[in-house]
């Protein structure tokens, strides 16, 4: 599905003309459609890996260029050794609960993190030593625009994306409860068939190799 093909048929559905609807609100509606569908499937076309180095004292860990979401954080070997299957998932924590944790800064091994701003996560304990973090992290691609016409989404699950952008245009319009939540109902059914063939694809291709480093 093009961009321009779900721009009408969102006014079809609503059955509202480009003066009300107009292209800078549907285009809210996409974006905030497409934000939802990465936050709720892990997609193989925006799913990426990356490492970085943590070092002594410092809490606070680079992002990759256009991270969306940030998945899990593991401390990969953090004995020191090459033991492979010796990782330490992170646990994540909102920003409050980092900010009162550890007050007088005491150093340890790294059990949280969270968002510190759009290019950062911040992890607590401060660290003790220098760990290599590998991030499982969601990629922010281009979305769907005049200008950018067809995605890996648009594509791949055009229904979700309706239905998403319906939920979004019907609560922007104050329509119907009940169609509304036709289209919340359906964005879930076909949500769920678009995470299995993803698990599905997963298991077919080893798409972790090649780990790449980041910024420290």
């Known amino acids: 599905m093009t961009y321009a093909e779900l721009v009408q048929k969102i006014r079809d559905y609503t059955e509202v003309s480009s003066t009300v609807l107009t292209d800078t609100i549907v285009n809210g509606f996409i974006e905030d459609a ?4 990465l936050r709720d499937v892990d997609s193989d076309n925006n799913r990426r890996y990356a490492t970085a180095l943590l070092a002594l004292n410092n809490r606070f860990i680079q992002t990759p ?9 593991q401390i990969v070997d953090s004995d ?23 007050p007088k800064g005491e150093t340890g091994v ?16 401060t660290p003790n030593a220098t760990y290599t973090i590998q991030l499982n992290y969601i990629l922010k691609d281009p979305g ?7 995605t890996y989404i648009s594509l791949n699950f055009p229904n979700g994306l309706l ?17 509304l939540q036709l289209y919340e109902q359906k964005y879930k059914q ?27």
């Open 34 to 37: 497409e934000f939802r569908i």
């Open 65 to 73: 260029d256009n991270t969306l979401i940030i998945r899990s954080a």
């Open 80 to 102: 020191g050794t090459a033991a492979a299957d010796n990782r330490d998932f992170l646990q994540w924590r909102d920003t409050s609960f980092m900010s009162e944790f550890n």
């Open 110 to 125: 790294p059990k949280y993190y969270s968002w510190w701003d759009k290019n950062h996560i911040v992890v607590a304990p």
């Open 144 to 150: 769907l625009s005049s200008t950018n016409t067809t």
């Open 163 to 179: 239905y998403a952008c319906l939920v979004e245009a019907y609560g922007f319009l104050k329509g119907p409860q009940d169609l």
């Open 190 to 216: 076909v949500v769920e068939g678009f995470a299995i063939e993803q698990m599905g694809r997963r298991r077919r291709d080893e798409y972790q190799s090649g780990v790449p480093r980041v910024g420290k």
